[in-house]
């Protein structure tokens, strides 16, 4: 496994800040407060000590002006609703956080370039050209790039097997989708606490998990289109809000979600909003952190192999040294999320050239394998399809979106046909073998650093499906 920045204060550390900072059952009980009763409410995470009481946490919660969504008492991360403009600063800086109140009042006189980094990614996985013929198989370029032709005639993937497509929501309506989805692993996290209702986790504003799920699990007969690894689940597991945005407290609720439901793999083709790097030494940046490094690590120590695209901003991510989506300063103490988070595989894009995709974030020990992401100047031939893989999106068709959301779910569904056929593997192994049985790539050009066995750019080279079933 490739190198990856240890970011992550030793655990007697971080036990030690937060007992400091989590109120215990036997702390006075405070005046009752005044509370906003009108403002909009905002959701939060909340840090505590692991195994904390659920009482306590309400008690403090409530004394502070705010109420419980959920508790994820074995990590000890909380999501709470307030109205009030201060309970942050109530529950402690680097305590808690709400990405959703930094969207509304955000903290600088730079927020009108906030989000300019989200509309570069927009922009590579918006969809573009949708097809509708009666054989798309030809246009599958990406597929025959990593052999997964080959290895769907050795081995499509055990029905046994789940990954969780932490995204935007999937329609099992599509006839790619129509098998493939597990409804009964399948939640929407948007609030912080898993909703079961059908409806909730379909698609609304977005079909982008869609394609992810195409891409991973999908098979449609009548129009010859096959995903990596079409005999396994997906489960729609919804984090993606309508406004296209993923808070702290939504991937908290996926991964825990998708340790509970012991899923072997999952994707996450985003990075948490409304920022792009997250430090640990920052307040508010601090919690936001933790929580979800906690919720991704306890998933990983429950069996469940994390995936991630390493993003769409086309730099080398150890060089930034501020946030263009939310600007503050960044040094090595902060990382994007999920893909900062150790144990995490990131995922960088190449075209149809098999080079590095221009948009694609790279990075000494930021990238572990490489998959088709694609990219509009590296056109294959005419009939073999668009710069862009192709997957399932709405409407029933099929359309090309670009991005390392779509080099993700490539690797994710090599992952799933080597946890097919290793059953009960653990993620380190699963991670070791998606790594070494990757095709080396060597560096394209004078920025890439490293050897094609492990390189800035492409990691340890390109997945390989074919050798995955093998």
């Not at 991005?403 to 653990?426: D, E, I, Q």
């Amino acid at each position: 496994m490739s190198p990856i920045r240890r970011w992550l204060l030793p655990a007697a550390t971080v036990l030690a800040l937060t007992a400091s900072m989590a109120p215990t059952a036997s702390a006075a009980a405070p005046a009752a407060p005044t509370c906003d009763t009108t403002s909009e409410a905002f959701s939060y995470v909340v840090i505590y000590n692991p195994h904390t009481p659920q009482f306590v946490v309400d008690k403090e919660l409530k004394a502070k002006c705010g109420t419980r969504v959920s508790y994820y008492a074995e990590i000890g991360v909380a999501v709470a609703s307030s109205r009030n403009a201060d309970f942050q600063a109530k529950i402690g800086e680097f305590r808690a956080y709400s990405g959703g109140r930094e969207i509304a009042f955000p903290p600088t006189s730079a927020a009108a370039a906030q989000r300019r980094e989200m509309v570069k990614e927009l922009e590579n996985e918006e969809t573009r050209e949708v097809v509708a013929a009666a054989d798309v198989s030809a246009q599958q370029w990406d597929m025959r790039a990593i052999h997964a032709p080959e290895a769907n005639k050795i081995n499509p993937g055990s029905k046994n097997v789940t990954v969780g497509v932490l995204d935007s929501g999937i329609d099992p309506k599509h006839p790619a989708l129509t098998n493939a989805v597990d409804a009964k692993q399948s939640a929407n996290c948007n609030s912080g606490a898993p909703d079961t209702t059908p409806s909730s986790w379909l698609p609304t504003t977005s079909d982008h998990g869609m394609h992810v799920a195409g891409t991973i699990a999908g098979k449609d007969d009548a129009t010859k289109f096959t995903g990596i690894a079409p005999g396994v689940k997906v489960a729609s597991v919804k984090v993606v809000s309508d406004a296209g945005y993923i808070f702290p407290e939504a991937a908290v609720c996926g991964f825990m979600w998708a340790a509970k439901h012991r899923m072997e793999v999952t994707n996450n083709s985003y990075y948490i909003d409304p920022g792009m790097f997250y430090c640990r030494k920052q307040a508010g940046d601090a919690a936001a952190f933790e929580a979800v490094r906690r919720a991704v690590t306890y998933s990983t120590n429950h069996g469940v192999l994390n995936i991630a695209a390493a993003g769409n901003s086309g730099f080398d991510v150890t060089k930034q040294t501020t946030d263009e989506n939310r600007p503050h300063p960044v040094d090595s103490t902060c990382g994007i999320l999920p893909k900062a988070i150790d144990g995490v595989v990131t995922v960088s894009a190449v075209g149809y050239a098999g080079t590095k995709s221009s948009y694609s974030n790279f990075g000494a020990g930021q990238t572990d394998v490489t998959a088709p992401g694609g990219d509009r100047a590296q056109l294959p031939p005419a009939g073999q399809g668009a710069g862009c893989p192709l997957s399932s999106v709405f409407g029933g068709v099929y359309g090309t979106k670009c991005g390392t959301s779509m080099a993700s779910p490539h690797a994710a569904g090599v992952a799933a046909l080597l946890a097919s056929k290793y059953r009960f593997a653990p993620p380190a192994l699963l991670t070791w073998l998606l790594e070494r049985q990757a095709d080396p790539v060597a560096c394209s050009d004078a920025v890439c650093t490293g050897p094609a066995s492990n390189n800035s750019y492409y990691g340890h080279g390109l997945v390989n499906a074919l050798d995955a079933v093998k």
